[in-house]
C-alpha cells in the first residue's frame, strides 16, 4: 500500500511539474467555460420568453442547463483523457525508468493501481473547474444538488474507466504520440457505439450500443443512479487494469 | 553471494545467453566483459529480474530470481546502461523517491539520501533538476540511486560508458570504495576496465561462457611464456640487427627474439623465454658485455586484449574442429 502511495504521490506531482497538466486543465477551462455561458445565455433566453407567454412556472435548472452541460463533459472528457493517460507508461519505457521501477522491490499492481489513481485524481482535479462555474448557478438559482452529485459520480466513473484502458493502451507503447492516438480512437469508438441503437435494433445492436459509455453516463446525468450503469463503469476499470497488468506482464517475458 | 546455473534466455529468434554458470563470492568486484552484443545486459537484466530466464536458474543471496522476486530486489543495487532517472525532479527529491520504492523506513530516510549524497558527491547538486545536470553527475546520481538501500549486491551496467577521463577514473574509484560492504558486478567492454577496477573476470562472447578467472590467474594461465622487451643503443659504431639478434638469442634460456621496432640508431627487441626461468639479469649482461648501451628493460605483460582475443579465437578453433 505504501508503495502505492509513494507512486500515486510521484505521478501526481508529475501532472504539475510539467506543462501538459496545465495545458489539459486551461483547455479544459477554456472550452466548459463556453459550454457554460451558452448553456446559461440559452436558459436565461428562454426562460424570459417563457414568462413573456405569461407561463408561471419556473424553468427547470437541472434540466436545461446542468444536463446538457454533464452530458457536454462527458464528450470533453473524451479529448482529455488520452492526454492525461499518454505518458503514464509510454514515457518511464522511452526514458528507461520503468527498469528502475521493474526491479524494486514493488509489484506490478502497485504500480499500476498508483499510476491509475494519480490520474483519476488528476482527471477529478479538472471535473473541480467545471464545479467552479456551477457555483454561479447557485448563487443566481436553486438548482437540486443532488443530481448534480450524482451526475459527477458519473463522470469520475466514467473518466476512470477510460483512464483505466488509456493506462493499458500507454502501457503497449514507448511513444506518447501513439498512446494518445490509440487512447482517443477507443474513446472515441466507445463514445459512438451509442448512436447505433437509434436506428438500428437487432441485438447486435442493442450489445454494441451497451459497450458504448455514453449510454451508461445518461441515466447519471439525469441524476438516476442505477447500479446496471456502475457495475458497467466499474468491470471497465476492473477490465482496463487488468489488461494493464497482462501488458506489464509481456514486458518481462518479451522485452 | 550470486550463483547462477545454466542460465539461458532466449529470444523470439535469437539466443542472447546460452548456458551461462558462474558463482560470485561475497564482497569481490566482478567484471563481467565481452563486446556488444554479447548478452552481458540480457544477464544483469536477469539477475535483477527485470526478465525472466528462459532455461536454468539464478540465485542472489540465496534466493531465486523468478520464484522469490520481491526478496532478490530487495537486495540488489541496479544501475542499468542509462540512468533511470526522472528529469523533472531535483535530486534530493529523486533520491527520496526511490528510496521509498526500495523499501526504507521514514525514520532513516532522510539521512540515507543524505548519506549517499555525499557519498557520490552530488551533495553540491542536492536541489539542482536532474534535467541540468551534465552526464557524468547524472552517472552519479543513478549510482547513489543504485546504493540508497544499501543492498547487498550491486550490479552496475557499463558504469562508465560515455563519461570524459576525469569521470571515468573518479566514477572507477567510487565503485572501489564501494567494494567490501557490497558484492559488485559491473558490465564493460573496455578491457582495461577490469584490470583497474576488478579481482575477478568473467568473459562472454555470443552469449557463451568464455573464461571466469581472477584476473592475474587468466593473465598467468594463457601466457605459455613471459617476455621481455629491450631496447639498444650503440656507443661507438652503429648496430648491426642481425649481430644483435644472435647475441641474443645465445644467452641461456631464451626461446625467441623478434626485432619489433628501429628507433634512430637504437633497436627495439621482443625476447621471450620459458616461463618460470629468470633471463633479464642474463640479458643485460650480454648487452653490457658485447659493448652496446642497455636503455631499457621491461616486462610486456599479456594484456586484457590479448586474453581476449586468444580466447575468442580458441573457442573459434574449437568450434571450427568440431564441424570438421
Known sequence: MRNTWTLYCKELKGYFSSWVGYVVIAFFAVIFGYFFYVATAIFVNSSFQSQMMGRGMPM??????????????????????????????????RSGTIELLMTSPVRDLEIILGKWLAATTFYAVILVISALNLAFVFIYGQPDWKPILVAYLGLLLQGGALLAIGAFISSMTRNQIIAAGGTFAVC?????????????????????????????????AKGVLD?????????????????????????RWRA | MIKVESLTKRYARTVAVNDISFEVEK??????????????????????????PTAGTAKIVGFDVLKQPLEVKRRIGYLPETPPLYPEMEVVEYLTFV?????????DLKQRVEEVAERCAIGEYRYKLISKLSRGYRQRVGLAQAIIHNPDVLILDEPTAGLDPKQIIETRELIKGLAGDHTIILSTHILSEVEQTCQHVIIIDKGKLVATDSVENLTHRLRGSESVAVEIAPRDSALDPVLVRQRL??????????????????????????????????LARAVVEAGWNLNELRPVALSLE?????????EKADATGGAQ
Open chain 1, 188 to 220: 472515441l469508438l466507445l463514445w459512438v457505439f451509442e448512436w447505433l441503437s437509434s436506428y438500428e435494433t437487432t441485438a447486435l445492436a442493442r450489445a454494441v450500443s451497451y459497450a458504448s459509455v455514453l449510454t451508461h453516463f445518461e441515466p447519471f
Open chain 2, 306 to 314: 590479448e586474453i581476449f582475443l586468444a580466447l575468442t579465437a580458441a
Open chain 2, 249 to 282: 638469442e645465445q644467452v641461456a634460456g631464451v626461446s625467441r627474439v623478434i626485432q619489433k621496432d628501429r628507433r634512430d640508431s637504437r633497436l627495439v627487441f621482443e625476447v621471450e623465454s620459458q616461463q618460470g626461468r629468470p633471463v633479464r639479469g642474463e
Open chain 1, 227 to 251: 447500479t446496471r450503469d456502475m457495475i458497467y463503469y466499474l468491470s471497465a476499470i476492473f477490465f482496463g487494469l487488468f489488461l494493464t497488468a497482462r501488458s506489464m506482464e509481456s514486458l
Open chain 1, 60 to 93: 427547470d435548472m437541472n434540466e436545461w442547463v446542468i444536463r446538457p452541460l454533464m452530458m457536454n463533459v462527458s464528450v470533453i472528457g473524451l479529448f482529455v483523457i488520452p492526454m492525461i493517460t499518454m505518458r503514464l507508461f509510454a514515457e518511464e519505457k
Open chain 2, 99 to 107: 528510496g521509498k520504492l526500495k523499501g526504507i523506513a521514514r525514520a
Open chain 2, 27 to 52: 564482497g569481490q568486484i566482478v567484471g563481467f566483459l565481452g563486446p556488444n552484443g554479447a548478452g552481458k545486459t540480457t544477464t544483469m537484466r536477469v539477475l535483477t529480474c527485470f526478465l525472466p
